[in-house]
T-cell receptor
Framework: GQSLEQPSEVTAVEGAIVQINCTYQTSGFYGLSWYQQHDGGAPTFLSY????GLEETGRFSSFLSRSDSYGYLLLQELQMKDSASYFC???????????FGTGTQLKVEL | NAGVMQNPRHLVRRRGQEARLRCSPMKGHSHVYWYRQLPEEGLKFMVY????????ESGMPKERFSAEFPKEGPSILRIQQVVRGDSAAYFC????????????FGQGTRLTVV
């Protein structure tokens, strides 16, 4: 089956850097995406890695290592508004089924 | 360009009734996904559809649940004879044809079964 595992909760202080890890076991892996969800609202897309390496988008960066079946989301200069749930997700099984990870609740403190 | 539209936003049904959840994808998107989310939990894949076709329904319960995406009109997730355990947030997402990068989500439908 498909599984993407994440830590359930991460806490960090405002202005700090935090890394949220994702390890996956999937078939037909095409790439890894990251989504943010505030208070049960609509998940919003943050980034996508099709190839190994680091992708940077403003304060957020995402990394993928296919050989290790591992990726992470890096958030820099944390702000209170970054407190949310973060999900990794993978297109699998032919490339169009998007499977989500277990989710990480990020709490940013003063 | 309107985003993914789901309605209703909130739906209350008595046990045994039917629930119909609607999803209009973004313009030009022909791929639709449905997910279920319980409080404090992740997004569980239910079904993936393209126009007039169910591509993957591996996450759908075998009974009482069905989904369609007709040639015209929104995608519909239908739950027959609802039970309390069906209470959850149901999210719809759409992506462009052949897209493997980003899926756009609607605001979800919160179903409460009383």
């Amino acid at each position: 089956g498909q599984s993407l595992e994440q830590p359930s909760e991460v806490t960090a202080v405002e202005g700090a850097i935090v890394q949220i890890n994702c390890t996956y076991q999937t078939s037909g892996f095409y790439g890894l995406s990251w989504y943010q969800q505030h208070d049960g609202g609509a998940p919003t897309f943050l980034s996508y890695n099709a190839l190994d390496g680091l992708e940077e988008t403003g304060r957020f960066s995402s990394f993928l290592s296919r050989s290790d079946s591992y990726g992470y989301l890096l958030l820099q200069e944390l702000q209170m508004k970054d407190s949310a749930s973060y999900f990794c997700a993978a297109f699998t099984g032919g490339g169009n089924k998007l499977t989500f990870g277990t989710g990480t609740q990020l709490k940013v403190e003063l | 360009n309107a985003g993914v539209m789901q309605n209703p936003r909130h739906l209350v049904r008595r046990r045994g009734q039917e629930a119909r959840l609607r999803c209009s994808p973004m313009k030009g998107h022909s791929h639709v996904y449905w997910y279920r989310q319980l409080p404090e939990e992740g997004l569980k894949f239910m079904v993936y559809l393209q126009k007039e076709n169910i591509i993957d329904e591996s996450g759908m319960p075998k009974e009482r649940f069905s989904a369609e995406f007709p040639k015209e009109g929104p995608s519909i997730l239908r739950i027959q004879q609802v039970v309390r355990g069906d209470s959850a947030a149901y999210f719809c997402a759409s992506s462009p044809q052949g897209g493997r990068t980003e899926a756009f989500f609607g605001q979800g439908t919160r179903l409460t079964v009383v």
